[in-house]
């Protein structure tokens, strides 16, 4: 079975240390996979490398068993099978609900069809089975981003994810500036939305919402330092994580995964 994402010793610079360094990584079709670790660990930068956003400096990275495509026109192409939930949500606050689900169909439609969807209303009965299967009053289709509640802003970003039809999701600490009630909500929402053959890579601050996944990926230093079930993942490694020791044992001081020194939490995130 051809992987969704691949990445074979891919390392991206820093400035004292890589920010990435030697990631082996393969993601299945219907596999949800959590991305864990302190601030300053590699987890923005690894996700942007999944996305196309950051080169890296060694290795390789593949989407569906491809390499990034050489012409502009297949690069957006191969973007488009690309969905990410940053932790923002990119609405755009002046445009219609309806303009921003039709926003994550640009790569496909291109500038003519694009301009379009700002002057009429386009595909409506996609955009409003889309609201209907998130619990969204299809009356919304109409009403500006800058209306609705944070609920409400939350769906329509998944939404239009599901309106891109991307085989790959990324997810940004989506949960980060949520309230709790919310927060398992949404991902309830991502982990079942998140089925072969869509692949999910989300990275969590919150160590207690990864029953949910399939896998967890720890990451210290910009280097994988776990991999496996939830349920393998002990206290202990889990402490490790986020402080200046070793997951494995062997003992290092902390320092942010660019070298600033940024990864030294007391704490665990929720403890």
């Given at each position: 079975?051809?992987?969704?994402?691949?990445?074979?010793?891919?390392?991206?610079?820093?400035?004292r240390?890589?920010?990435?360094?030697?990631?082996?990584?393969?993601?299945?079709?219907?596999?949800?996979?959590?991305l864990?670790?302190?601030s300053?660990?590699?987890?923005?930068?690894?996700?942007?490398?999944?996305?196309?956003?950051?080169?890296?400096?060694?290795?390789?990275?593949?989407?569906?068993?491809e390499p990034q495509?050489?012409?502009?026109?297949?690069?957006r192409?191969?973007?488009?099978?690309?969905?990410?939930?940053?932790?923002?949500?990119r609405?755009?606050?002046?445009?219609?609900v309806?303009?921003?689900?039709?926003?994550a169909?640009l790569?496909?439609w291109?500038?003519?069809?694009?301009?379009?969807?700002?002057?009429?209303?386009?595909?409506s009965?996609?955009?409003a089975?889309?609201?209907?299967r998130?619990?969204l009053?299809?009356?919304?289709?109409?009403?500006?981003?800058?209306?609705?509640?944070?609920?409400?802003?939350?769906?329509?970003?998944?939404?239009?994810?599901?309106?891109q039809?991307?085989?790959?999701?990324?997810?940004?600490?989506?949960?980060?500036?949520?309230?709790p009630?919310?927060a398992?909500?949404?991902?309830?929402?991502?982990?079942?939305?998140?089925?072969?053959?869509?692949?999910?890579?989300?990275?969590?601050?919150?160590?207690?919402?990864?029953?949910?996944?399939?896998?967890?990926i720890?990451?210290?230093q910009?280097?994988?330092?776990f991999?496996?079930?939830?349920?393998?993942?002990?206290?202990?490694?889990?402490?490790?994580?986020?402080?200046?020791?070793?997951?494995?044992?062997?003992?290092?001081?902390?320092?942010?995964a660019?070298?600033?020194?940024?990864?030294?939490?007391?704490?665990?995130?929720?403890?």
């Amino acid at each position: 079975m051809t992987a969704v994402l691949q990445l074979d010793g891919v390392t991206v610079a820093g400035r004292r240390q890589p920010r990435l360094d030697g990631i082996n990584l393969r993601l299945e079709p219907g596999e949800r996979v959590a991305l864990i670790g302190a601030s300053g660990a590699g987890k923005s930068t690894l996700l942007a490398v999944a996305n196309g956003l950051i080169a890296p400096q060694r290795g390789q990275v593949r989407w569906l068993g491809e390499p990034q495509a050489r012409s502009r026109r297949q690069r957006r192409l191969q973007q488009a099978r690309i969905g990410t939930l940053w932790q923002d949500l990119r609405l755009i606050e002046e445009l219609s609900v309806q303009q921003n689900l039709n926003a994550a169909c640009l790569a496909r439609w291109g500038w003519p069809r694009a301009l379009l969807n700002l002057l009429i209303p386009l595909d409506s009965q996609a955009c409003a089975r889309l609201l209907q299967r998130l619990d969204l009053d299809v009356g919304l289709l109409n009403q500006p981003v800058s209306c609705l509640s944070g609920g409400q802003r939350q769906r329509v970003a998944i939404a239009r994810l599901l309106r891109q039809q991307p085989q790959l999701v990324l997810a940004d600490e989506p949960l980060a500036s949520l309230d709790p009630r919310l927060a398992e909500e949404l991902l309830s929402l991502l982990l079942t939305l998140s089925e072969a053959p869509r692949a999910l890579l989300l990275s969590l601050h919150r160590p207690d919402l990864l029953a949910g996944f399939d896998r967890v990926i720890g990451l210290r230093q910009g280097r994988i330092a776990f991999d496996g079930s939830p349920a393998a993942l002990t206290a202990s490694q889990l402490d490790a994580l986020y402080a200046g020791t070793d997951p494995n044992g062997t003992g290092y001081a902390g320092t942010g995964a660019d070298g600033t020194g940024d990864e030294q939490p007391s704490a665990r995130p929720g403890s």
